[in-house]
């Protein structure tokens, strides 16, 4: 885990791609809730309530959750801000249920995206059938992603030829999964996510050595809560994004 910015009132650092949040999502020995206990024990006194953002489960208090304002996924790396007091994180959490804060992810996706820029609003909700995964239905939250084509890439062999897209992505609401479900419903998956993607691009990502979804958070920007001043974060590609994008022909 890399610190970005620290001061007495919030936390940011650069999550890296393999780390979940908290236990919520899984049995992770390593997550991000028990590095930020390990490292400020004296946060484990600071039980304040925080609402979860997990269908019927609004009303519960989120003790190990601590100082969390916003999640990333599992394998999505990428800027992330903590509150290290109970101001900070209830002035961050109406910053976040306002749309108030700018978030902004970098995602290489299967096929070439046009027109080059887009807005999609598809409100997003559980999955009918498959209950762990979500899915743009009808009657779900109101969910709206924007993106922009950075980049074409493609890679070229004897029989075929593959089309590859790098995107920046906009989210104003963050719903879980939410940019992996919007751009997997227009036609084009995220390379390396073997939940969303469909089958070409699943055997696109394991010929081009993807073994995580590449989904980077790569901008965040907020109020501070205490001095009012608005500040922006940026994290490059991580080497293992990088690596990829090297390997790909413009």
Known sequence: MKIIYEDKDILVVDKPAGMVVDE?????????VSWLLQKYPEMAQLAWPIEAQIANRKSQIEEKRIGLVHRLDKDTSGLLVIAKTPKSQKSLMSQWKGRKVEKEYIALVFGKVEPKRGRIELPIGRAPIQRQKMAAISGGREAITE????????????????EFSLLKVRILTGRTHQIRVHLAKIGYPVMGDFVYGNKSSIKASKEIGLIRQFLHASK?????????KKLTFESPLPEDLQIIISHLQI
């Open 147 to 162: 993106f922009e084509v950075l980049s074409y890439y493609k890679l070229s062999a004897i029989s075929y030829k593959l």
């Open 220 to 228: 965040l920007s907020f109020t501070h809560p205490t001095t009012k």
């Open 24 to 32: 919520g999502a899984g049995r992770e020995r390593e997550t991000v």
